[in-house]
């Protein structure tokens, strides 16, 4: 039972507190932590639930890819020449043995497909939490400290911006080799900017709030300030640009894979299976070549969206606040007019 | 009858359930009366009015509001649009949000104007100038192409009036209009909304927390708490002889005219959750009378007089004034050494304004706080009062050290802090520490309480492990929070007692002074009276000084021992309480108490209204 919280200084009640008010103070609204509530409004949340099942899905079968190997009984680079393809030479398409077909040099596409999106998860999330970190330091830093910091930083920001992307990646990767860590590399070096700029507007705002003029007065030094009252009020944008940035993530590895200048072949990589399904245009004969991971790439792409637009709303309700009671309106002038 | 409410009820659908916010209210309203509704945040007073007038979104609204016979609630939005403006007007709290700051004031008025009548431009433009000119804008003909943020607040407000009032509507809905606006602003407000009345017999429905705004227009008045009616009656009834413990519990919340030595009558405990639907009387958890029959049903109304009503199960005889209890003015030991704690001279602080010059490279000066000198007495409470932009905030942040001088000196216990070396500085924020105004922007919403309160114990490395829990769960327990609850966030607490957590605060490192920035502005006025008494006994316990700035004067009469009134960045008079408020000196001073609403007068009134009623009846 919740303490009553009686006040021992200002409580003026005259007497001792009667039975029924005994009886009311156990009557309270039970507290609920931050992340408690952020939690609920996500299970209430069809979409997110829906997505991370996906996400989820996709995580268990990338961690099991060994494992699904085994029982399938097909390496990832396995060629199976007389079974996978016809006499002719053409991959066959799925059947029992090959369930979603087989690619051009008779290698199964599931086992593929599964071995590709444990590549591309660990690409996505190695360069995530790089430039989530890269980006945060540096935007706290100039949103923080403010004065010739800040013009400096804000100035790198720009010109990474300012970059073309692909054109810079490819000189990049032909200078130094594709590889793995190149490719998490080249998807950091273009992917902290954003993050240090959304991160450095919120630092703006957060520095000026009275908790920060509190934590001053207290005698708090300027690293105690960034790190125990700035970087907890980051965590909702850094999270929720964390979600979204995944997705583009993997994007840009598939990209760079099927431009040959990411993981190299025979790894699998959906972007490398991409590129194979379009090499001397395959997809015209072997439709599942270019179906399968185009399918994986855009479920799983949306699912990291569509979440990370759930966790925006539940973190932060009053956004969506009037657009919802907007709808919930309109359902009830509806209801009525019935 | 101009307006008749009949079981009004209102409910939100929120993520944690259906959320009751009127609990079936009915209250009449006759042309060119003023209906004070009064109450305290939750009680659902705006949201029955929003609710009457088609503007709670999302609210499952029933019952009946018939305004000149004609149901409000049953009519499609495009009927109440047509009827807000001719019919209803409204004036809401924020003068800076409630006007669009892309178009001229005057478009905005003729917008209103020409969505309900036709009329040539000119003409309208004509009934603009008047309407500007009739809300006491000077040189309308002018002002009136200008944009809002050519305007001061309470000229925005004006404006707002004036649109309001624009189609002449026999109902005006004013959701605390002054709240937001100087003292001074506030009272030529209240008198200009009055002329308007007496002028074209408008009834207004003023909604507002302040019981002295209440005191001084309205005719009659209900107090809710808790979503329901709890009391009503003519204003010298329900304000100077109320019934309703709740009501009784409010007016003794207040601090008025003469209430230095005495204690307020705070009403314990938080305000009701309106998540739980229950039966009874919503104030039965805070109420001091409580008995087993409140928490079965809402008491019907008890009649109190023929024109009173109080829906309490207490005798009719339990009605009378509220009058406070005075305590003998004890002066902690420290205060009668007169020692002098800090002192402050020719002080000065300017602040960056726009560039100018060509490239920029010059900036203005603004001038916050122009040359004050004060002496803060150990023991004391100094108060400083002032309206917006006078520099009482900033003064407040020099002295704990948080904006740089940029004239006079600051001497802390003899020392000049300007000479400080960076050690001597931090280990001055040990003894001078601050309260903030904004009980819910001056806690980090991310971190537990226990760890906010730890804070300048571990910044100042004074405690930790099992000893630093210790400290923070005594501290709570100081300022009257379940120290259990060290563990929570901000958000799993009220206002009343996020303030707490911030005394606490405050309090960890046995400060010497303790700077209060508009420490209660912020609180219901039951809330208020808690912090207000906290801070008192404190003092006393712990032979505390404090510096306490607020724009409320009667705050500032009820706390402080000495008072500095200041006003455009000087101070322009010092003195005791009694001196300041008794005999003021200075011409700012005397029209901030002029301005300043007084409760007292109709206590007063009612006082002799009562003892009439009874000489009669001999």
New interface residues.
């Given amino acids: 039972m919740p303490e009553p919280t009686v006040d021992p200084v200002v409580n003026e009640t005259p007497d001792e507190p009667n039975a029924a008010q005994v009886a009311r103070s156990g009557n309270e609204v039970a507290a609920r932590s931050p992340f408690q509530l952020v939690w609920t409004r996500l299970r209430r949340d069809p979409t997110a639930m829906v997505s991370a099942s996906v996400i989820l899905l996709v995580i268990i079968a990338a961690i099991a890819a060994p494992l699904i190997a085994a029982w399938v009984g097909h390496g990832p680079d396995e060629q199976f020449r007389k079974e996978g393809l016809t006499p002719s030479g053409l991959p066959t398409g799925p059947n029992e043995e090959f369930l979603l077909g087989a690619d051009n040099l008779g290698r199964d596409l599931f086992v593929r497909l599964i071995y590709g999106a444990q590549l591309s998860l660990i690409v996505a999330f190695v360069a995530t939490v790089g430039a989530l970190g890269i980006g945060t330091l540096v935007g706290m830093t100039a949103g923080f400290m403010r004065g010739k910091v800040d013009t400096v930083l804000t100035w790198l920001m720009d010109t990474t911006l300012s970059l073309p992307q692909l054109l810079f990646a490819i000189s990049l990767v032909s200078l130094v080799g594709p590889s793995f860590g190149t490719t998490v590399i080249v998807i950091i070096l273009f992917s902290w900017a954003p993050i240090a700029r959304v991160v450095r507007g919120q630092t703006l705002s957060i520095r000026e709030r009275e908790f920060v003029e509190a934590a001053r007065s207290l005698g708090a030094s300027n690293w105690r300030i960034m790190r125990v009252d700035v970087l907890p009020n980051l965590v909702v944008p850094i999270l929720v640009y964390g979600t979204l940035l995944i997705p583009q993530a993997i994007v840009f590895e598939a990209t760079l894979s099927f431009l040959g200048l990411g993981v190299l072949p025979p790894t699998a990589t959906w972007g490398n299976m991409l590129a194979a399904a379009s090499t001397g245009s395959m997809y015209t004969i072997a439709w599942w070549m270019l179906v399968f991971p185009s399918a994986a790439l855009l479920s799983v792409t949306l699912a990291f969206n569509l979440l990370g637009d759930s966790v925006r709303d539940a973190l932060d309700p009053r956004q969506t606040l009037f657009a919802k009671k907007r709808r919930v309106k309109k359902l009830k002038t509806k209801e009525i007019a019935k | 009858m101009l307006l008749t409410v009949e079981n009004l009820d209102v409910t939100f659908?929120t993520?944690?359930g259906p959320l009751h916010a009127v609990r079936g209210i009915s209250f009449e309203l006759d042309h060119g009366q003023t209906l004070g509704v009064v109450g305290e945040s939750g009680s659902g007073k705006s949201v029955s009015t929003q609710a009457m007038v088609g503007l709670a979104?999302?609210a499952?609204v029933t019952g009946r509001a018939l305004l000149q016979g004609r149901d409000l609630l049953t009519m499609n939005p495009a009927e109440l649009s047509a009827i807000r403006g001719p019919q209803i007007g409204m004036v809401f709290q924020d003068p800076l949000s409630s006007l669009h700051p892309q178009f001229r004031i005057g478009w905005q008025i003729a917008e209103a104007i020409q969505r309900h009548e036709r009329g040539s431009a000119k003409n309208v433009r004509a009934r603009v100038i008047k309407l500007l000119d009739e809300v006491g804008i000077p040189d309308p003909d002018k002002r009136i192409d200008d944009y809002p943020h050519q305007f001061s607040g309470g000229m925005r407000q004006r404006v707002m009036i004036a649109l309001a009032l624009a189609l002449r509507p026999a109902l005006l809905v004013a959701d605390e209009p002054t709240t937001a606006l100087d003292v001074t602003v506030q009272a030529q407000l209240l008198d200009l909304m009055q002329d308007l009345q007496r002028e074209h017999g408008t009834a207004i429905l003023m909604i507002t927390h302040d019981l002295g705004v209440v005191a001084g227009v309205a005719d009659n008045v209900i107090t809710m708490y808790g979503g329901r009616i709890v009391e009503r009656g003519t204003r010298t009834e329900v304000l100077g002889n109320p019934h309703h413990p709740y009501s009784k519990g409010l007016l003794g919340s207040v601090p008025r005219g003469g209430s230095q030595r005495t204690e307020l009558?705070?009403?314990?405990?938080?305000p009701m959750?309106l998540?739980?639907d229950?039966p009874g009387c919503p104030f039965?958890?805070r109420?001091?009378f409580?008995?087993?029959a409140?928490?079965d049903s809402f008491p019907d109304a008890r009649d109190i007089s023929p024109t009173q009503k109080s829906n309490c199960i207490l005798p009719a005889d339990f009605a009378g004034p509220v009058v406070l209890p005075t305590i003998p003015a004890a002066e902690t030991e420290l205060a009668k050494s007169g020692d002098i704690l800090a002192r402050i001279s020719d002080v000065r602080i300017e602040f960056d304004g726009a560039r100018k010059g060509l490239l920029g490279l010059t900036r203005d000066k603004i001038t916050a706080v122009d040359g004050v000198s004060l002496d803060i007495r150990a023991g004391e409470t100094l108060g400083i009062v002032g309206e917006s932009g006078s520099g009482k905030s900033t003064l407040a942040?020099a002295l704990?050290?948080?904006i740089p001088l940029s004239g006079g000196t600051i001497e802390f216990e003899g020392h000049d802090i300007s000479t400080f070396t960076a050690a001597q500085r931090?280990s001055l924020?040990?003894d001078v520490?601050?309260v903030?105004?904004?009980p819910f922007?001056?806690?980090?919403?991310?971190?537990r309480v226990g760890s906010i309160i730890a804070?300048?114990l571990v910044?100042?490395k004074i405690a930790d492990g099992k000893a630093l829990r210790t400290r923070v769960q005594e501290l709570m327990?100081?300022?009257?929070?379940?120290p259990?609850h060290f563990n929570?966030?901000p958000?799993?607490f009220s206002g009343g007692?996020r303030q707490r957590i911030?005394i606490a605060?405050a309090l960890a490192l046995n400060p010497k002074l303790i700077v209060c920035d508009e420490p209660v502005s912020a609180l219901d006025v039951s809330i208020q009276a808690?912090i207000l008494?906290?801070l008192s006994?404190?003092q006393r316990e712990l032979g505390l000084t404090y510096v306490f700035i607020a724009h409320d004067l009667a705050v500032v009469e009820h706390i402080a021992a000495r008072v500095a009134v200041m006003y455009h960045g000087k101070i322009v008079e010092t003195g005791p309480v009694e001196q300041i408020y008794g005999a003021p000196s200075h011409e700012y001073t005397r029209s901030l108490l002029a301005a300043a609403p007084h409760l007292d007068d109709v206590a007063a009134e009612a006082a002799a209204a009562l003892t009439m009623k009874i000489d009669e009846a001999r």
């Fill in positions: 659908n993520g944690d979104a999302g499952h009558q705070s009403i314990p405990g938080q959750s998540l739980i229950q039965a958890e109420c001091a409580v008995q087993d409140c928490l942040r704990t050290g948080l931090h924020r040990r520490q601050m903030f105004q904004d922007g001056s806690l980090n919403q991310q971190r804070d300048p910044i100042h327990e100081i300022v009257g929070l379940n259990e929570r966030f958000a799993e007692q911030g605060r808690q008494n906290l006994s404190l």
